[in-house]
Structure formats: structure tokens, C-alpha cells
């Protein structure tokens, strides 16, 4: 199949590792993630949370901002604080690769 009005920008396939858990916080809330680490995002994780279809790119500066993750997967301020706990032994640090 030609897509001649295509301007791609990038096209690239890559193996990637995916962790996929489901957990129940102190809170009662449910997550049920997939978590995939890549090469690219400067070593950031993509994280999908499967009830919402929502995914983000989080790295450990990620966690640290202010209603970040409130904001991106629509939860409380309880809600957050609980998935960036589980989110801060996942993500990790950043290596950056060039």
C-alpha cells in the first residue's frame, strides 16, 4: 500500500518489555496498568492505565510535579498520591542515551 500525501516523520519499530499489574491500594482504588520501557522518552516509561485508556510518559520529574498525575489519569489527590507511590519503585532514574 503507497501513501504518496504522507509525510512521515518518523517510522521506527523496537522491542520493548511490558509489565502489565493489577493492584488495590490502602484506599480501595483499583489500577490496572501496563507499564512499557523503551529506548525512547529519554528513558521515561509509557504508562497506560487500561480501565481509562489514558497512557502518559513518566519519568521520576514527572512524579514530582504538582497535579500531574491527577490531571493526566483524572483522579483525586488521594487517588494520585497512591499510584505515584506504586509509580516511584517503576519508574526509577532516567538514563539518557544518545
Do not use: C, W
Amino acid at each position: 500500500m503507497q501513501l504518496p500525501d504522507y509525510d512521515f516523520m518518523s517510522d521506527t519499530t523496537e522491542d520493548t518489555t511490558t509489565r502489565f499489574v493489577t493492584f488495590i491500594t490502602p484506599g480501595m482504588t483499583r489500577f490496572d496498568l501496563a507499564v512499557t520501557s523503551t529506548h525512547r522518552f529519554y528513558g521515561k516509561k509509557l504508562v497506560t492505565d487500561l480501565q481509562s485508556g489514558r497512557t502518559a510518559i513518566i519519568g521520576p520529574d514527572d512524579l514530582e510535579e504538582e497535579g500531574y498525575l491527577e490531571y493526566t489519569f483524572k483522579l483525586t489527590e488521594e487517588e494520585a498520591m497512591e499510584l505515584g507511590q506504586f509509580l516511584t519503585f517503576v519508574v526509577g532514574t532516567v538514563n539518557f542515551t544518545d
